[in-house]
């Protein structure tokens, strides 16, 4: 990809990003935040946050698939993003939902198991985003650090996991996110799978030396 693709494409996800945040901001100075404004809010910055982590995670897979080496440099980005919305998702729970009372919010995630895996994310999400700088990967070392961020499949998992929790029942959306992240990771998979095997073909299909050298 150009130089002017790559640009495009970062100015189209920044603002694909922000879209909903804007349609949030514009929904209080309307006044228009349906009749439960803070389980809406909550709800879109969380779904908001949900999507970016996914799309982050499908980035590796389809350079594996499809070659593409431009995907990896927007990894990061919608990482970023998706930590962004993850606290403002938790900032409306703590702030306008409980109003910073502490230890109710403490039982909660204690008590409910949605809020647990929920809380669980953010708290792996903090290291992810304190370590996404080249000088972090620098510091850390590549193998390391690859080891780390491979954290955010667990942390897409508890972010599904949330969500099919907190969904009423009969809603069938939580299960299509679920379906994606499952897709992700088998292709994944599918890719190391691949990269494990190749080493053993090429071992198979290589010729045999001469016999006077074998007997050598």
Request: hydrophobic share 50%.
């Amino acid at each position: 990809m150009s130089y002017r693709g790559r640009i495009a494409l970062k100015a189209a996800i920044w603002i694909g990003s922000f879209w909903p945040l804007g349609v949030l901001l514009r929904g209080f100075m309307t006044d228009d935040l349906t009749a439960n404004p803070i389980e809406y809010v909550t709800r879109t910055l969380g779904l908001t946050a949900l999507v970016l982590l996914l799309t982050s995670l499908g980035m590796t897979p389809l350079r594996a698939l499809l070659g593409w080496s431009w995907p990896i440099q927007l990894r990061r980005l919608l990482g970023l993003l998706a930590f962004f919305y993850v606290c403002l998702h938790f900032a409306v729970w703590i702030g306008l939902d409980h109003f910073f009372a502490w230890r109710r919010m403490w039982e909660d995630v204690l008590k409910r198991p949605f809020i647990t895996v929920g809380m669980s994310a953010l708290l792996l999400l903090i290291p992810l985003a304190a370590t996404s700088t080249q000088g972090m990967i620098k510091r850390l070392g590549g193998a390391k650090w690859r080891l780390l961020h491979k954290l955010a499949y667990v942390i897409g998992g508890l972010g599904v996991l949330h969500f099919l929790w907190l969904a009423k029942k009969g809603r069938t959306t939580p299960y299509y996110y679920a379906i994606a992240l499952s897709l992700l990771l088998g292709a994944r998979v599918w890719d190391w799978g691949r990269k494990k095997l190749a080493p053993e073909r090429v071992s198979q299909t290589k010729p045999s030396p001469p016999l006077g050298e074998r007997v050598g």
